[in-house]
């Protein structure tokens, strides 16, 4: 069984169009997660979900437009997409802690490229 | 400045090898250090964390962390190829921060038979 699955695995998509990133976890967890990685590895957090309640909101352009529809489920829109927009996105999960740990399952990833 | 710096290598290693792989930090309310393993195009993985300074040992794996110095390392004993991949430090404050963790950029560790 797949923990954290994202949808669609590839996307390549023409400058100025929206397209939709799909992330649903079967964990049971009240957190989720959206981080971008970029061509240099680099993985970074853009938003942070608790029980459908946005509780991080990075420097993110508001081209990006996260959604929770039930704490299983995080989608991602982007709005008129830029070539800067070319990344691996991935979803994540975790369980809600009072302090200490905090471990976070991550999916496959979506591979975004932007012509 | 990041929060975090990590040198994103390439490192290649024979078989066998000891392998130190760091990261500074420049935040003091970092508290939990984590060290997560990335596959080729999978995503990140939690290999093992360590809370506050000390060390901790899993294996052919240990992660040392001093707070004075904000200093981190992951050492892997007698690596194998199967060890190859991107190493990505993280820390977290802890608390109600919900999990926020800032990442180095990773380390690409290539062990070759």
């Known amino acids: 069984d797949t923990a954290v699955s994202q949808t669609p695995k590839y996307l390549v998509t023409q400058m100025g169009n929206d397209k939709s990133i799909k992330c649903e976890q079967n964990l049971g967890h009240d957190t989720m997660y959206w981080y971008k990685q970029d061509s240099k590895k680099f993985l970074k957090i853009m938003f942070s979900?608790?029980?459908?309640?946005?509780?991080i909101n990075e420097t993110v352009p508001n081209r990006f437009s996260p959604k929770s529809p039930d704490k299983a489920h995080l989608n991602l829109h982007i709005n008129s997409l830029e070539l800067g927009d070319s990344a691996v996105y991935f979803c994540?999960?975790?369980?809600?802690?009072?302090?200490?740990?905090?471990?976070?399952?991550f999916g496959p990833g979506t591979r975004l490229t932007v012509l | 400045q990041k929060e975090v710096e990590q040198d994103p290598g390439p490192l290649s290693v024979p078989e066998g090898a000891i392998v130190s792989l760091n990261c500074t930090y420049s935040?003091?309310?970092?508290?939990?250090f984590m060290w997560y393993r990335q596959y080729s195009r999978k995503g990140p993985e939690l290999l093992m964390y360590t809370y506050s300074s000390g060390n901790k040992e899993d294996g052919r794996f240990t992660a040392q962390v001093d707070k004075s110095s904000k200093y981190i390392s992951l050492f892997i004993r007698d690596s194998q190829p199967s060890d190859s991949a991107t190493y990505l430090c993280?820390?977290?404050?802890?608390?109600?921060?919900?999990?926020?963790?800032?990442f180095g950029q990773g380390t690409i560790l290539t062990v070759h038979p």
């Open positions: 935040n003091s309310a970092f508290q939990y």
């Open positions: 994540a999960s975790s369980p809600i802690t009072s302090g200490g740990v905090n471990e976070q399952f």
């Open positions: 979900y608790n029980n459908k309640e946005l509780i």
């Open positions: 993280a820390m977290s404050a802890g608390g109600t921060s919900y999990g926020k963790l800032t």
